[in-house]
């Protein structure tokens, strides 16, 4: 029995590793807390949130469809699965109304150092 769980154990860490992306969503300031907490039901452990002022031209802005100064600037660390998920949802439920106009994208981690860092950020449970 005792055998059996050290091979169960010795298989859980030869799995491959998850593949980890950056989040990086820009929103109105308002609607920060609503994407946090979207953003929490896909097992996203860190997350920060950086207030900014836009100091694009307004025509810039008005294509980008971010009129308004007062930003969210919400970096998140993904599991690489989920992401055509979150932006779909993003494109479908969050973006499309006039009043929640916003800007996504993902940059790939391409490295980490230190395992117990990539377990906590990859959301695995030792």
Do not use: C, H, W
């Amino acid at each position: 029995m005792e055998n059996n769980k050290k091979n169960k154990k010795k298989d859980k860490s030869l799995e491959a590793p998850k593949k980890l992306k950056i989040l990086v969503t820009i929103v109105d300031r308002k609607r920060a807390d609503y994407f946090k907490i979207f953003l929490e039901n896909y097992k996203v452990n860190f997350q920060t949130v950086m207030y900014a002022r836009g100091t694009a031209p307004n025509e810039v802005m008005k294509f980008l469809g971010t009129i308004g100064n007062d930003k969210a600037f919400i970096l998140s660390i993904v599991q690489e699965d989920n992401i055509k998920e979150i932006l779909s949802k993003y494109e479908d439920e969050l973006f499309k109304s006039k009043n929640n106009k916003g800007i996504a994208f993902t940059i790939p981690i391409k490295s980490l150092i230190g395992v117990y860092l990539y377990q906590f950020l990859a959301n695995i449970e030792v």
